[in-house]
């Protein structure tokens, strides 16, 4: 069956950096384009970053553009989320999502990961 | 950027009840659109991709409608195990998400 797990978080201090990472496992990793996505206490789902199945592409929101980058390393199954300069308003638990076969929506989340970032 | 807006934000209801959840994006999105179902501390799960498309293995008393700006996500009968929070998600262009109708009970 398909999973993914999500690891990293934790507290960090604003401006600070983080990596996040989502270990994949029950599907051919390198099929799939991969997400981050996030949601802040108590507020709705952020999309914030997509890389596509090879890594050779990858877009952003504005909201986190030229701060997050996110990569993926096919030979290990797993997905990044390298978080840099992080402020308080960062402060969410951060999901990864698999798109589905042929279909941009998301058909697998991991269970997602809070990063607090605070002094 | 495409804003997605859901209404109601919060609808009360009982079981049993026929409920119904709307989307407007704020430019045509053609069918590229999701609805996602998620209860406290859990991620959210696929309900309806393509606007009408259901996921496998999701009841058949959830079903989509729309295309171009306004959209819609109905259950037909209203189930305990449905009372929690609904996205909309469009994927147009790039990817954005409404705010949320959070379905509690009445």
């Known amino acids: 069956q398909v999973q993914l797990v999500e690891s990293g978080g934790g507290v960090v201090q604003p401006g600070m950096s983080l990596r996040l990472s989502c270990a994949a496992s029950?599907?051919?990793?390198?099929?799939?384009?991969l997400h981050w996505v996030r949601q802040a206490p108590g507020k709705g789902l952020e999309w914030l970053a997509v890389i596509s199945y090879d890594g050779n592409n990858e877009y952003y929101a504005d909201s986190v553009k030229g701060r997050f980058t996110i990569s993926r390393d096919n030979s290990k199954n797993t997905l990044y989320l390298q978080m840099t300069s992080l402020r308080a308003e960062d402060t969410a638990v951060y999901f990864c999502a698999k798109e589905g076969s042929g279909n941009p929506s998301f058909d697998y989340w991991g269970q997602g990961t809070l990063v607090t970032v605070s002094s | 950027d495409i804003q997605m807006t859901q209404s109601p934000s919060t609808l009360s209801a009982s079981v049993g009840d026929r409920v119904t959840i709307t989307c407007r994006a704020s430019q045509s999105i053609s069918s590229w659109l999701a609805w996602y179902q998620q209860k406290p501390g859990k991620a959210p799960k696929l309900l309806i991709y393509k606007a009408s498309s259901l996921e496998s293995g999701v009841p058949s008393r959830f079903s989509g409608r729309g295309s171009g700006t306004e959209f819609t996500l109905t259950i037909s009968s209203l189930q305990p195990d449905d009372f929690a929070t609904y996205y909309c998600?469009?994927?147009?262009?790039?990817?954005?998400f409404g705010q949320g109708t959070k379905v509690e009970i009445k």
């Open positions: 998600q469009q994927y147009d262009r790039y990817w954005t």
């Open positions: 029950g599907f051919t990793f390198n099929y799939y384009a």
